[in-house]
């Protein structure tokens, strides 16, 4: 019995992508316009491709602060003052 050991993907395609991060196919592609999403294209070709870290760090770049967070960014900025 052979067992298979499953690599980890490193490389999405725009379809694999989409099921990645569930964003809309068209709303991808309008990020990718726009230059908002990392996208590679070899030389010579039209398909995309997307490298998994790249997509990670954009997906988690804007972190919304929890309010303890906030309150403790406050109370440390009022005692520097």
Known sequence: MSKTTQIPQTVF??????????YKKNYIYQLIHKRKIPAHKPPLGRKLFFLKAEIDNWLLARKLETIEE????????NLNQ
């Open 13 to 22: 395609t725009l379809d694999e992508l989409v099921s990645y991060c569930g």
């Open 70 to 77: 906030i309150q403790k960014a406050i109370t440390t900025k």
